[in-house]
């Protein structure tokens, strides 16, 4: 799988965007970008993944640059129920069976 | 609903105990895997699993085991072998549709060692 580098921490105000941002510099062709976030003591949750376009659901936007070595998860209204950490992966269908989690991007959402 | 069972949510086990952790799901995915989470870390894969009757070890399979015999089970023994099995366990499968290849996480379980 392509490596990912994302910011350890980030703080966001309450009601604003909170923009997280993540590097997969060696990503392939057939790979796609997903976000997942962990609530304290929670399993991950899925939020988002896309491939080439952007890609809006009911939770976040995900933005992936044209040369898809980077992109941002957007949470358009962040509320205290979004502090959580965030992390960004790349997976393909020929990416193997393996998963490997990165640190992630501890997101604190301030009142 | 579908998803992912994992029980119990709370575990406490005596030193030199063996112990085993359930997972079931019934989503029809054939990946399943194991992690462990320490306070403040990241997921380290302990054992996967693709296919009914074949597993891999992890990064950190030592002091435990895994069977597969059905496709919705994949339990995972913690074996007095493991030095420091205090920690939360999660219990995740992989889809295998075209366009999402993404995972599905049990809620964990704790485990402490008392």
């Known amino acids: 799988d392509a490596k990912t580098t994302q910011p350890p921490s980030m703080d966001c105000a309450e009601g604003r965007a909170a923009n997280l941002p993540c590097n997969h510099s060696?990503?392939?062709?057939?790979?796609?970008v997903y976000w997942y976030r962990q609530i304290h003591s929670q399993g991950p949750q899925y939020i988002i993944h896309?491939?080439?376009n952007n890609e809006t659901n009911e939770m976040a936007s995900l933005i992936i640059t044209e040369d898809r070595k980077s992109s941002t998860l957007i949470l358009p209204h962040a509320t205290l129920r979004d502090t959580a950490v965030y992390y960004c992966i790349v997976r393909g269908e020929t990416s193997g069976s393996r998963l490997t989690f990165g640190e992630g991007t501890q997101l604190t959402v301030n009142p | 609903d579908g998803g992912i069972t994992q029980s119990p949510k709370y575990l406490f086990r005596k030193e030199g105990q063996n112990v085993t952790l359930s997972c079931e799901q019934n989503l029809n995915h054939d990946a399943m895997y194991w992690y462990r989470q320490d306070p403040g870390q990241g997921l380290r894969l302990i054992y996967y699993s693709q296919i009914v009757n074949d597993f891999q070890k992890g990064d950190i399979a030592e002091g435990y085991s895994v069977s597969r015999e059905k496709k919705e089970s994949f339990p995972l023994t913690v074996t007095s072998a493991q030095k420091n099995p205090t920690a939360f366990y999660l219990c995740?499968?992989?889809?295998?549709?075209?366009?999402?290849?993404?995972?599905?996480f049990g809620s964990g379980t704790r485990l402490t060692v008392v």
């Open positions: 896309g491939l080439k």
């Open positions: 060696t990503i392939s062709g057939n790979e796609y």
């Open positions: 995740a499968t992989r889809g295998a549709e075209v366009g999402n290849y993404g995972y599905t």
